[in-house]
Each structure stands twice: as C-alpha cells, then as structure tokens.
C-alpha cells in the first residue's frame, strides 16, 4: 500500500506562484506513476499533470500547459507541482495520486489506484 499526503495550498491572489508537495510512503515510490488533479466545487476532477517514475517524461493538458510543472525526486520520495501565473479558475482542492507502472519510461493516463487526502488552493482575483 501507498500513502501519499499533499501539501503546500494556500491562499493566493491571481498571478502568484505555488508549490505543492505530495510525500510518498509505504512502497518503492520509484515503482510508481504520479500524477496530479483538481476538483472545484461543482465541477468534476481533471487532471493537471502526470509524470513517468523516471522523471523524464509529463503530461499536461492545455488548460495549464506552460503553467504547471510537474516534478519528482524518487530520493525523497516525493512528487511536486509548481503552479506559476495562477489564475481564479485554477481555484480547486488538489489531489496527488499513484499507480504502478512497469516501464520507467511510461507516464500514467489512467489507472490510479492510489490518492492522497487533497490540499485545498484558491486563487483570488
């Protein structure tokens, strides 16, 4: 089994930059495919960023392209998302999320079998 836990949300006004964290523990955390999503009030979860367990390799969709970057360091058991020129609509509860992968090269598309508590962001205008 894997825990993951999430921080670093906070209140932010449009335009300012984040960090979030998402810690992993319990298994091989290099084993696994991360990836990052965001569910508003009302509205259904979408993803924002996924990574392959080697790094090398994201995904993004368009509504955060050239925005978020996802990272991870497998020493420290650690994935992040750097959010850059947030904007109001990017306001969400942001959840980190695993799955097994075997090749290191791969980034997930689907599939997650595990998910972390979620860390709330919100963005004022």
């Known amino acids: 089994q894997v825990q993951l836990a999430e921080s670093g949300g906070g209140l932010v006004q449009a335009g300012d930059s984040l960090r979030l964290s998402c810690a992993a523990s319990?298994?091989?955390?290099?084993?696994?495919?991360m990836g990052w999503f965001r569910q508003a009030p009302g509205k259904e979860r979408e993803a924002v960023a996924a990574i392959s367990r080697d790094g090398l390799r994201t995904y993004y969709p368009d509504s955060v392209k050239g925005r978020f970057t996802i990272s991870r360091d497998n020493a420290k058991n650690t994935v992040y998302l750097q959010m850059n020129s947030l904007k109001p609509e990017d306001t969400a509860v942001y959840y980190c999320?695993?799955?097994?992968?075997?090749?290191?090269?791969?980034?997930?598309?689907?599939?997650?079998?595990?998910w972390g508590q979620g860390t709330q962001v919100t963005v004022s205008s």
């Open positions: 319990g298994r091989t955390f290099s084993n696994y495919g």
């Open positions: 999320a695993a799955v097994r992968i075997v090749t290191e090269y791969t980034v997930p598309s689907g599939g997650y079998y595990y």
